[in-house]
Nanobody, 128 residues
Framework: QVQLVESGGGLVQAGGSLRLSCVAS????????MGWFRQAPGKEREFVAA????????YHADSVKGRFTISLDNAKNTVSLQMNNLKPEDTAVYYC?????????????????????WGQGTQVTVSS
């Protein structure tokens, strides 16, 4: 079992930056592909960014490409999401997720049903 705890959310003005972190604990030996998703009020949870277990491959949703960057520190069991030039439409609860047995070192995952573990989420609010 793996526990994921997100942190770093908050209130920021449009154009500002935040850095989200997600620390994994529990049975963290082995390798996990990681991802970030978000859910705005009244909307479905959507994909934001993903990274392979090696950290060598990343993928970002078109809506955040060029503004957000996902990164992985396996030594610290931590995945981060650097968010720059934030917009009001980025307001949501942000969740990190982990996929066990991720296969090839360069593979990342973009679908919710591909992930096995989820954090509780951290709120990000961007004011205009």
């Amino acid at each position: 079992q793996v526990q994921l705890v997100e942190s770093g959310g908050g209130l920021v003005q449009a154009g500002g930056s935040l850095r989200l972190s997600c620390v994994a604990s529990g049975r963290t030996f082995g390798s996990y592909a990681m991802g970030w998703f978000r859910q705005a009020p009244g909307k479905e949870r959507e994909f934001v960014a993903a990274i392979s277990w090696s950290g060598g491959s990343t993928y970002h949703a078109d809506s955040v490409k060029g503004r957000f960057t996902i990164s992985l520190d396996n030594a610290k069991n931590t995945v981060s999401l650097q968010m720059n030039n934030l917009k009001p439409e980025d307001t949501a609860v942000y969740y990190c997720a982990a996929k066990r047995f991720p296969g090839y070192s360069g593979t990342y995952y973009t679908r919710r049903d591909e992930y096995d573990y989820w954090g509780q989420g951290t709120q990000v609010t961007v004011s205009s």
